[in-house]
């Protein structure tokens, strides 16, 4: 029996597998390339850790509770996890950029590559000057609001999930 499965709440033992998952996954591209790392393919890729994790919760929660999940159950058991796991991820990024100081020019750099992608080319020029001098680091207080940003985003995933599954598309 392996400790996840001791866990009872779904909600719980997904975020912790969720949040252990998003380390070793940013934990490996931090010692191949941390470059890589900082990303925002590689960034924005974890949230594929997050759903998946969001959908397995609520489908196990489905299977213990031997029926379909309300909408308003889904949405909590899918948001547990996302909570759970960034709570994992952020402090992760936090002591990352406090030990070492070199991935603010990395990810400075990362922005100037990924700017043009991104950003009007009327509004580039000034972004890009704006970059130059933008305080990149990651302390505990913007890691404070960093969190409660990504849980905006973390809600309306599990939102869209709990539709989701209140369509039936997620089987058990």
Do not use: C
């Not at 380390?23 to 490996?28: K, N, S, T, V």
Request: net charge positive; aromatic share 16%.
């Amino acid at each position: 029996m392996n400790i996840f499965s001791s866990i009872k709440n779904n909600g719980v033992r997904f975020g912790l597998l969720a949040g252990l998952l998003t380390l070793a996954y940013f934990g490996l591209f931090y010692f191949v390339d941390k470059a890589w790392m900082l990303s925002p393919v590689v960034y924005y890729g974890s949230l594929f850790i997050y759903l998946w994790a969001m959908y397995q919760a609520i489908r196990e929660e489905s299977k213990a509770q031997q029926a379909m999940l309300s909408w308003k159950d889904a949405l909590r058991t899918g948001f547990v996890v996302f909570l759970i796991a960034n709570a994992f991820f952020i402090p992760f990024f936090v002591l990352l950029h406090a030990t070492d100081p070199v991935l603010e020019d990395i990810q400075r750099a990362s922005l100037r590559e990924w700017y043009p992608r991104i950003i009007p080319k009327d509004q580039l020029a000034e972004q890009l000057r704006q970059l130059e001098t933008a305080d990149l680091k990651m302390d505990p207080k913007e890691a404070v609001f960093a969190y409660a940003r990504a849980a905006i985003g973390g809600f309306i995933m599990a939102a869209f999930l709990a539709i989701l599954h209140r369509r039936d598309s997620i089987k058990f």
